[in-house]
């Protein structure tokens, strides 16, 4: 079994995102940013996989989930800011996660990194790494 990580993440996600009316472009859905209101886009980047014994029967699963916070050029950055302060706090390092058959984790603390300005956007990224070991 590989585990959807991703969707286990995203469901979390996005029943935060809903009960604070913020939109979210999901991976591979289409998106119409909004024009002046700010909002989350997320990245699955996974790790290869390993094995860790050798009976071939646990495999750790790990990468990186990351979350912009995207804003409107010229809003300012605190509220990109704070945003991405309170996702983190969704994913604390050691938060479990459950998915369809396993549990993810979060492997260590969450990083909110510079931000990231073009003519119509500042992103401010917030990652997590995350991992689930899985034995069959």
Sequence with gaps: MIPD????????LGIWADAEGIAVAWENVP???PADAIYLAVHDMPATPRTLDLG?????YSGVYQIN???????GRSVAVALA?????????????????????????????????????????VSLNYRADIVS
């Design 5 to 12: 990580i991703a969707a286990a993440l995203a469901g979390r």
């Design 31 to 33: 998106f119409t940013p």
């Design 56 to 60: 071939l029967r646990c495999r750790v």
């Design 69 to 75: 916070v995207v804003a409107p050029v010229g809003t």
């Design 85 to 125: 302060g309170r996702v983190a706090e969704l994913f604390p390092e050691g938060q479990e996660v459950e998915g369809n058959g396993f549990i993810t984790s979060i492997s260590g603390a969450p990083g909110i990194f510079r931000a990231i300005s073009t003519d119509v956007s500042y992103t401010v990224p």
